[in-house]
């Protein structure tokens, strides 16, 4: 690697009321990382986020972010004025990441840079990316800035507006990057010729530590569901070769004894015969001792008992299942993915192939417009009373989608021109005395979490007392 590579990447901070590491990365951007490598660019990639800085564990009077299991935990966090527009909002607000004087020290490092690349992610996170861009372009002012990620692609009009960068790129493909970049005159490093990247992987290798690595094995859905931009940002279903996915695993655990990996893919589970069960079945071939999550979500109805089993024998530790609701006629007009009898029975062949309660949470959507309290309410029952964990998500608004009109006509917030508002954390689409039933479900999901740990307990001990082998 030359001393003074030609092109940064940057990671931004997240501006939000809370955040956690729940295996977040920049898959994005490490992938266009490996991508510019394999091209012959040399990179110098800066992680607003990275908990592991070493100048943050030197800085006095700082308490380390707490980690937990599996590689997840909490970012370092300072806490900031709030927005204008989130004036109103009665809870902290903060900047999640390093410091900024040791991201500018980060961006000194580099003299002239031939290209500053940053990534974005969530709409209601732009205030980061702002941030990261003024700084900079303060340390670099001729050094052209090149925005890209889901929220370029999904407020392009407003990213061109507020934030600061000289280009946002809208596209998914790498080689419309590699277009622009060659016609702005950068071209690759005469320095890097002829030498060969580590991998094709997304970059990680480039992060300060390794916790875990962040799979996709396909991109897209084939599903449409009304509140999901799955569709606008991936319009093709497309699922990569099993056998170089376990390629993947096996470099990052044989190189960097990576045991944790979460699958970042819309639609794991589809077109199993051909694409998971047989991954799956390499794994446990090969004896590794890894441990799979899926943070992202996985469709119930594809877990059957052999799948159940391959899964729970692969290593899956936590899994996340998209129920969004109980209420199938609110199903009906919202997705497709779920029909009455397919939650109970995926979640009785998951018990039966040995996974605890404890491991599978169900995703239950909060806020939805026209969603009634009642029905969040039964939703938790529902999960609870079939044996797993509910967990709320909140609804978080999304440009570009089929319910984008009606969550317009359903807010009291201005979605159209201020993305703050899409934070899951206001439930823009409810309204107040909905939102303030919040706390009682959430103290819901709490005692049905305690009731499904005490049922589970109870049916383990009934088992070992009549000999039945869970
Ligand atoms: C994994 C994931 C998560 C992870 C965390 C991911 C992370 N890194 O932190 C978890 C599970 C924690 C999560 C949580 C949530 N998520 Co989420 N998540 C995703 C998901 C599935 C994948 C993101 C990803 O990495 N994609 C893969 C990479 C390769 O794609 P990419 O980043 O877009 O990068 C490509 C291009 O954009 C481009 N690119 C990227 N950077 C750059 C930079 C430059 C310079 C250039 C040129 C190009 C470029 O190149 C890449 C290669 O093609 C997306 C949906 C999706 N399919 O993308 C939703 C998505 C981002 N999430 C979404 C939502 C709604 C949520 C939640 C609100 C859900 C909830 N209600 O709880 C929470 C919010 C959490 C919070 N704290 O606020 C929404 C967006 C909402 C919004 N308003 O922005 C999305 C779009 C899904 C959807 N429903 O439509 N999420
Ligand atoms: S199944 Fe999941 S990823 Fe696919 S469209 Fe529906 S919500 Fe989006």
């Not at 800035?145 to 370029?152: D, F």
């Not at 694409?275 to 390499?282: A, I, K, N, T």
């Not at 119930?300 to 052999?306: K, Y």
């Not at 305690?450 to 007392?465: C, I, L, P, Y």
């Amino acid at each position: 690697m030359p001393k003074n590579p030609s092109l940064v990447l940057i990671n931004p901070w997240i501006h939000d009321f809370a955040a956690y590491d729940l295996w977040s990365k920049p898959l994005g951007l490490l992938q266009l990382a490996a991508y510019l490598r394999q091209k012959g660019y040399s990179i110098r990639f800066i992680d607003c986020l990275d908990v592991y800085h070493p100048a943050m564990q030197v800085r006095a009077g700082l308490k380390p972010p707490k980690r937990r299991a599996y590689g997840t935990g909490k970012f370092w966090k300072e806490a900031i004025p709030k927005p204008p527009p989130l004036r109103h909002i009665n809870r902290v607000y903060s900047r999640y990441g390093i410091l900024p004087d040791i991201f500018k020290e980060e961006l000194r490092k580099v003299s002239k840079p031939k290209a500053i690349l940053i990534t974005s992610l969530m709409t209601y996170w732009y205030p980061g990316v702002s941030e990261a861009i003024r700084i900079a372009k303060e340390v670099h002012p001729s050094t052209p800035v090149i925005l890209g990620g889901i929220y370029a692609r999904l407020c392009t009009d407003h990213a061109r507006g507020h934030c600061t960068a000289d280009h946002v790129v809208t596209s998914s493909d790498p080689s419309d990057l590699l277009g622009l970049l060659n016609d702005l005159k950068i071209f690759p490093d005469e320095v890097m010729q002829g030498t060969q990247p580590p991998h094709s992987y997304p970059a990680f290798d480039l992060l300060t530590k390794i916790d875990y690595i962040c799979l996709l094995t396909s991109t897209g859905c084939p599903y449409r569901c009304r509140y999901c931009s799955s569709r606008f940002l991936y319009p093709q279903f497309r699922q990569r070769d099993p056998d170089d996915v376990f390629e993947e695993i096996l470099y990052w655990h044989r190189h960097y004894q990576v045991t944790d990996f979460a699958f970042y893919d819309d639609a794991l589970l589809i077109n199993g015969a051909q694409h998971f069960v047989p991954l799956m079945e390499r794994i446990v071939s090969s004896g590794l001792k890894l441990r799979f999550h899926t943070p992202n979500a996985i469709h119930i109805r594809e877990i059957d008992l052999e799948v159940a089993r391959l899964m729970r024998r692969a290593g899956f530790a936590t899994l996340r299942i998209g129920l969004e609701t109980a209420d199938f006629a609110l199903h009906r007009v919202l997705d497709n993915k779920i029909k009455e009898g397919e939650f109970e029975r995926g979640v009785r062949n998951l018990l039966k192939a040995g996974f605890q309660s404890s491991q599978i949470g169900a995703y239950i959507m909060v806020g939805l417009p026209n969603q009634s309290v009642q029905s969040v309410k039964e939703t938790i029952d529902f999960v609870a009373a079939n044996g797993a964990m509910p967990y709320l998500a909140e609804y978080s608004p999304i440009p570009h989608t089929d319910l984008w009109k009606t969550a317009l006509d359903a807010s009291e917030y201005d979605l159209a021109s201020e993305p703050l508002f899409h934070n899951n954390t206001l439930l823009p689409c409810w309204d107040e005395s909905k939102r303030a039933k919040l706390p009682e479900l959430k103290e819901k999901v709490r005692e049905a979490r305690g009731m499904t740990d005490v049922k589970a307990q109870m049916t383990s001990e009934r088992r070992q007392k009549t000999g039945v082998r869970s």
